[in-house]
């Protein structure tokens, strides 16, 4: 019997699911009954008041790294796709361009 069959996504998908199932059972009987408190719903910060202030500047920085990884990655699979000619060339040099316009702001 060939047992490859069972790595097949949807077989192992019905196999990995009770069996995911049994472990998070498990894992309920070993930690016990919860004994919810104010204590342990308050916000930990090391002994401290937490901060009522935002601390988050925005999604700005946020945004051009993602654009630079994007940019990046996507250029790199195009570049890796194709083959070694000059309209590669020219599109590395875009890639660049757009990297360091990321880079500059």
Not at 7 to 33: D, E, S
Not at 43 to 71: K, T
């Amino acid at each position: 019997m060939d047992l490859s069959i069972i790595l097949t996504p949807p077989l192992a998908f019905l196999i990995y699911i009770p069996m995911v199932l049994i472990i998070v059972g498990f894992g309920k009987i070993l930690a016990g009954p919860e004994h919810p408190n104010d204590i342990k719903s308050s916000v930990y910060s090391s002994g401290e008041e937490g901060s009522n202030l935002s601390a988050a500047p925005g999604y700005q920085p946020f945004f051009l790294v993602a654009f630079f990884f994007a940019v990046l990655h996507l250029g790199m699979l195009v570049l890796g796709s194709g083959g070694m000619t000059w309209t590669t060339g020219v599109y590395l040099v875009g890639v660049i361009f757009a990297l360091v316009a990321l880079v500059l702001g």
